[in-house]
């Protein structure tokens, strides 16, 4: 099949490309065409602008993984309006694509997060729950709801829309658990605060398995949380991931200095949510790493 991958050169993105290369034509969306072929690979069809397109008559599937990323830098009001136009304006961009095309893409599989259903304390929640007006309020949420409403307006007879929810990836090279791995690894690291918030997390390699699985379903359309189907508290993570470094976790991150160092960002640490994956799980999709000890001993004993 011929698939248009919008941030082929992410995280996520980079390890999709090369589960997907031997199988599909691909072609990659990046401002920087000429490093992304470079890390990608010569293979490759490479746009910089989706405004080079006038159509997708030819593309099979879009995977819309793109955007500006929400933990990188304190969230100024020029920052979250880069994190906002980064995925908003692109994912309208790939609407009036399809909607201009007379053989439009069968599928578009188009990233979200679990920031959607904002800070939810003990509560179990899955793809069924609607955020309250607090909840709402909060800009992860806002963020979320309106790049899922621009890839609802992909939706037709013609295009499938599957809206991935996705938590925190565990990987090796990249995301949250890179960072944090040089404090627990000398043996500073602990809980954040009280350590009750939710951490609903997923194994990098289950998260490549799951777009692999939606590209090969048919009958999945409408929103799926990416997230291991046993989220852990933030203290249960830290107590975890240290004893899988045979380290101590001791030393908890009082919540007032992260408010001070991160601002209003503070929030992706200091609240979450417990999702679970119940319609993922539903469409017949096994996970590879369900526990997040299985998931950090698989990952930490490459390191």
Same mark, same amino acid.
């Given at each position: 099949?011929?698939?248009?991958?919008? =941030?082929?050169?992410?995280?996520?993105? !980079?390890?999709?490309?090369?589960? $997907?290369?031997?199988?599909?034509?691909?072609?990659?969306?990046?401002?920087?065409?000429?490093?992304?072929?470079? &890390?990608? =690979?010569?293979?490759?069809?490479?746009? &910089? *602008?989706?405004?080079?397109?006038?159509?997708?008559?030819?593309?099979?599937?879009?995977?819309?993984?793109?955007?500006?990323?929400?933990?990188?830098?304190?969230?100024?009001?020029?920052? &979250?309006?880069?994190?906002?136009?980064?995925?908003?304006?692109?994912?309208?961009?790939?609407?009036?694509?399809?909607?201009?095309?007379?053989?439009?893409?069968?599928?578009?599989?188009?990233?979200?997060?679990?920031?959607?259903?904002?800070?939810?304390?003990?509560?179990?929640?899955?793809?069924?729950?609607?955020?309250?007006?607090?909840?709402?309020?909060?800009?992860?949420?806002?963020?979320?709801?309106?790049?899922?409403?621009?890839?609802?307006?992909?939706?037709?007879?013609?295009?499938?829309?599957?809206?991935?929810?996705?938590?925190?990836?565990? =990987?090796?090279?990249?995301?949250? $658990?890179?960072? %944090?791995?040089?404090?627990?690894?000398?043996?500073?690291?602990?809980?954040?605060?009280?350590?009750?918030? =939710?951490?609903?997390?997923?194994?990098?390699?289950?998260?490549?398995?799951?777009?692999?699985?939606?590209?090969?379903?048919?009958?999945?359309?409408?929103?799926?949380?990416?997230?291991?189907?046993?989220?852990?508290?933030?203290? *249960?993570?830290?107590?975890?991931?240290?004893?899988?470094?045979?380290?101590?976790?001791?030393?908890?991150?009082?919540?007032?200095?992260?408010?001070?160092?991160?601002?209003? %960002?503070?929030?992706? $640490? !200091?609240?979450?949510?417990?999702? $679970?994956?119940?319609?993922?799980?539903?469409?017949?999709?096994?996970?590879?790493?369900?526990?997040?000890?299985?998931?950090?001993?698989?990952?930490?004993?490459?390191?």
């Amino acid at each position: 099949m011929n698939i248009l991958i919008t =941030g082929a050169t992410g995280f996520i993105g !980079t390890q999709l490309v090369h589960a $997907l290369e031997q199988e599909h034509t691909l072609t990659l969306l990046s401002r920087h065409p000429g490093k992304a072929a470079q &890390k990608l =690979g010569m293979s490759h069809t490479y746009l &910089k *602008e989706l405004s080079s397109l006038e159509h997708l008559n030819d593309i099979d599937i879009v995977i819309n993984l793109a955007g500006e990323a929400i933990a990188n830098k304190r969230w100024s009001h020029e920052q &979250k309006d880069r994190i906002c136009h980064s995925r908003w304006q692109l994912t309208q961009e790939i609407a009036t694509l399809i909607k201009k095309s007379a053989t439009p893409p069968h599928k578009l599989i188009n990233a979200s997060a679990i920031g959607f259903y904002g800070s939810q304390a003990q509560t179990a929640l899955d793809e069924d729950f609607i955020p309250q007006k607090d909840s709402a309020d909060e800009f992860p949420h806002i963020v979320c709801k309106e790049w899922e409403k621009s890839a609802n307006n992909c939706r037709s007879i013609q295009t499938q829309v599957i809206i991935l929810r996705i938590g925190l990836v565990l =990987g090796n090279h990249g995301g949250a $658990l890179s960072k %944090m791995l040089p404090a627990f690894k000398l043996g500073l690291g602990g809980s954040i605060g009280e350590g009750r918030q =939710g951490v609903s997390w997923i194994h990098q390699t289950d998260l490549i398995n799951l777009i692999i699985f939606m590209i090969k379903q048919t009958h999945c359309q409408g929103v799926f949380n990416a997230t291991a189907p046993h989220p852990v508290s933030q203290s *249960e993570f830290a107590k975890i991931l240290a004893h899988t470094l045979k380290k101590p976790a001791i030393l908890p991150m009082p919540t007032f200095i992260l408010k001070m160092a991160l601002g209003e %960002m503070s929030q992706l $640490l !200091t609240q979450g949510q417990f999702v $679970l994956p119940t319609r993922t799980l539903t469409s017949g999709f096994q996970f590879q790493y369900p526990y997040l000890n299985e998931a950090l001993h698989q990952l930490l004993q490459q390191t």
